[in-house]
């Protein structure tokens, strides 16, 4: 990210400084089209809400669908998320990452532009208070997961650590297409630390998400987000909220709970009711030692992404019926197909180079509950 990010004394207005350094001037959207494009912004509108300030669903005057994130008014914090996110999303495309459209900066505003997905997060399809919508399969929680092992992997080899995955900032498109988004916290390389192997950072992330070696030794790598990632894992598997206070000691945090019973070889016993008797044994063990690899104590013993989708695509292989007349030979040319994808892919484990970033502590938009 070129220089360090500014401080939080910075006015808001001063975020038309990201000009100097990233080419975004043609993405600024003046302020009256995103008015237009959510009736001023009417309540009626609202589809979320963060830290960081409300989501509205807008469209504008094109016809585009998009999703419009509005920082808080006359409030200082959020900037460096602000700049964050613009220069991430900037220069990063890939197709299992939410596409940004633009920013608005006018009259003291912050405010995010990005494509509209059409079946919101991940989370409120799992559990939730939205008891409308419909179970998901179990293969179509695998392609789901297989997606964002993709954008992740894309991420760690574009030596980007997202810093904040969690099944909410996971988006769902109008096929299911797995997104990830909010990259208002995530880091990438700045300055080059003795180590050469991690950054060092204050902890930020969001609690029953963290990586506990970086919550303990605020060591940040790619690995974090690894860890991240198989804490969403048992949420797909389980259906249920990361932290619950209320239950028995044992089963208050999810990773915990749902890799004791892997140990025990007891997987199938807490898994979503709605999947009992329609996940192959195989197909769960290979998605339960994979989720197992990523929540392993410490960095070194995780897989890369890479790694964690190679496995993600057998457990879906493993849990696609086999042709009977040859069964064998259907099996062994599908797993060298799947082998020979993964191949093509970089397996490459960045070596992060250190970055200081001024924030510190947990802030009240990333540190939150389940």
């Known amino acids: 990210m070129g220089s360090k990010h500014s401080k939080e004394t910075t006015s808001i207005n001063d975020a038309s400084n990201l000009n100097h350094r990233i080419p975004v001037e043609s993405r600024r959207i003046p302020f009256v089209a995103l008015q237009e494009a959510t009736n001023?912004?009417?309540d009626k509108?609202?589809?979320?809400?963060?830290?960081?300030?409300?989501?509205?669903?807008?469209?504008?005057?094109?016809?585009?669908?998009?999703?419009?994130?509005?920082?808080?008014?006359?409030?200082?914090?959020?900037?460096?998320?602000?700049?964050?996110?613009?220069?991430?999303?900037?220069?990063?495309?890939?197709?299992?990452?939410?596409?940004?459209?633009?920013?608005?900066?006018?009259?003291?505003?912050?405010?995010?532009i990005y494509e509209y997905m059409e079946n919101g997060d991940l989370r409120s399809h799992l559990y939730g208070s939205d008891l409308r919508l419909p179970s998901m399969s179990w293969e179509q929680r695998l392609e789901?997961?297989?997606?964002?092992?993709?954008?992740?992997?894309?991420?760690?080899?574009?030596?980007?650590?997202?810093?904040?995955?969690?099944?909410?900032?996971?988006?769902?498109?109008?096929?299911?297409?797995?997104?990830?988004?909010?990259?208002?916290?995530?880091?990438t390389e700045t300055e080059l630390l003795e180590t050469k192997t991690h950054f060092t950072t204050n902890v930020k992330g969001t609690m029953g998400y963290l990586d506990p070696q970086y919550f303990r030794m605020n060591r940040l790598t790619e690995k974090s987000d690894v860890?991240?990632?198989?804490?969403?894992?048992?949420?797909?598997l389980c259906a249920r909220p990361v932290v619950t206070p209320s239950l028995p000691r044992e089963q208050i945090n999810l990773a915990e709970w749902a890799m004791n019973c892997q140990n025990k070889g007891?997987?199938?016993?807490?898994?979503?009711?709605?999947?009992?008797?329609?996940?192959?044994?195989?197909?769960?063990?290979?998605?339960?030692?994979?989720?197992?690899?990523?929540?392993?104590?410490y960095d070194a013993d995780r897989p890369s992404m890479g790694h964690v989708l190679w496995n993600l695509?057998?457990?879906?292989?493993?849990?696609?019926?086999?042709?009977?007349?040859?069964?064998?030979?259907?099996?062994?040319?599908?797993?060298?197909?799947?082998?020979?994808?993964?191949?093509?892919?970089?397996?490459?484990?960045?070596?992060?180079?250190?970055?200081?970033?001024?924030?510190?502590?947990?802030?009240?938009?990333?540190?939150?509950?389940?």
């Open 40 to 42: 001023n912004f009417d």
């Open 313 to 370: 695509e057998y457990a879906l292989h493993l849990q696609e019926p086999v042709i009977q007349d040859d069964s064998e030979e259907n099996s062994t040319i599908s797993v060298g197909k799947i082998s020979s994808q993964v191949n093509a892919i970089s397996h490459v484990d960045a070596n992060f180079s250190a970055a200081q970033i001024e924030n510190s502590n947990f802030d009240d938009h990333a540190l939150v509950w389940g």
């Open 227 to 236: 860890y991240s990632f198989g804490v969403v894992l048992c949420e797909v």
């Open 144 to 187: 789901i997961c297989i997606g964002v092992a993709r954008g992740l992997h894309y991420l760690h080899t574009s030596a980007v650590v997202h810093r904040d995955v969690k099944s909410t900032n996971i988006l769902l498109d109008e096929n299911f297409v797995a997104k990830i988004t909010d990259f208002g916290i995530s880091m």
């Open 45 to 112: 509108f609202i589809i979320g809400m963060g830290g960081f300030g409300k989501v509205y669903r807008g469209v504008l005057c094109d016809g585009t669908k998009v999703a419009l994130k509005r920082g808080k008014r006359n409030s200082r914090q959020g900037i460096v998320e602000f700049r964050t996110e613009i220069e991430m999303l900037s220069q990063l495309r890939h197709p299992h990452l939410v596409s940004w459209m633009g920013y608005c900066d006018e009259n003291d505003e912050m405010i995010l």
């Open 266 to 297: 007891q997987l199938e016993q807490i898994i979503d009711p709605n999947l009992v008797g329609k996940i192959r044994p195989d197909s769960l063990s290979k998605f339960g030692e994979t989720a197992e690899k990523c929540l392993a104590g």
